[in-house]
């Protein structure tokens, strides 16, 4: 919902949507549709976000129809090809059609379809999640070397928290739809100050423990049921699991507050 949301394909229920200081949802037409070039999306399913009928060189291609339609075939072909070999593939693989790569190769392709434009922001929802991990490998350092490489901005959204904490430099944790602690990712990582931030990290076991040794780690069991998000509480969502909570958690709304250390947290027992 939230990646849907930064790119406007559905309305924010509250608070604002700004790329490159301009305010989306204050955008239309033909507006909006301009900014849409720099805004690309990289899906969690390499293969079926994908058209089969199609070949590479279409799929690639299809958004300069829409931005660029002034293209001459030759033209078009060369963006194509210069998308391609900055993922790693080649001009060869132009007039291929999908279910001939692997989900590896079909997520470069999906990876260079968003890079034809030269975007400022790529939405990365769950772009590793299906693939084997030799292959999530390669696509998030192939990720964090175009990020450096071309300064693009990415939203990387994931559940494995190995990878977040590998890819990122600012971290959202996020619970029932609501973030509930943002900071740099060292912060986040090594002292989490929110009650469920917590519990979530305690939860899992990271491949490389050198700097968080397992002793180290406060275990924390968070007890009850997640509350229906078509029914959710008064006050803070987490009330009735989180193991520090008061009675006024209960009917007391929670706002995202600046703590002095540079993070938001929404909890008012953190100071």
């Not at 060869?92 to 059609?97: G, K």
Request: proline residues 6%; contains cysteine.
């Amino acid at each position: 919902s939230l990646a849907r949301a930064v790119l406007q394909l559905i309305p924010a229920a509250s608070g604002r949507v700004c790329l490159l200081g301009r305010d989306l949802e204050q955008l239309q037409g033909i507006e909006l549709k301009n900014m849409r070039r720099d805004m690309q999306v990289i899906f969690q399913d390499p293969q079926a976000s994908l058209d089969p009928r199609m070949t590479i060189a279409q799929i690639v291609g299809e958004s300069l129809d829409t931005f660029h339609s002034d293209l001459d075939q030759a033209e078009r072909n060369d963006c194509v090809v210069s998308a391609l070999l900055r993922v790693g593939l080649d001009a060869e693989h132009l007039n291929r059609y999908p279910h001939e790569f692997s989900g590896g190769q079909a997520q470069r392709i999906g990876i260079a379809r968003a890079l034809v434009f030269d975007p400022q922001l790529i939405v990365c929802d769950e772009p590793v999640s299906a693939l084997d991990v030799s292959i999530q490998a390669q696509i998030i350092n192939l990720l964090m070397g175009l990020q450096a490489e071309r300064g693009l901005s990415l939203i990387f959204i994931a559940h494995d928290l190995a990878v977040v904490r590998h890819i990122s430099h600012r971290v959202i944790v996020m619970y029932l739809g609501q973030i509930v602690e943002v900071g740099d990712k060292d912060e986040v990582f090594t002292e989490p100050r929110h009650p469920y931030s917590k519990a979530l990290l305690a939860s899992h076991l990271f491949p490389d423990i050198s700097d968080r040794r397992v002793d180290r780690v406060e275990r924390i069991t968070l007890e009850g049921e997640i509350p229906s998000p078509v029914s959710l509480p008064k006050g803070c969502y987490l009330y009735g699991r989180c193991p520090s909570q008061k009675d006024a958690c209960a009917g007391m709304p929670q706002e995202l507050r600046a703590m002095p250390d540079g993070r938001e947290i929404r909890c008012w027992r953190v100071t």
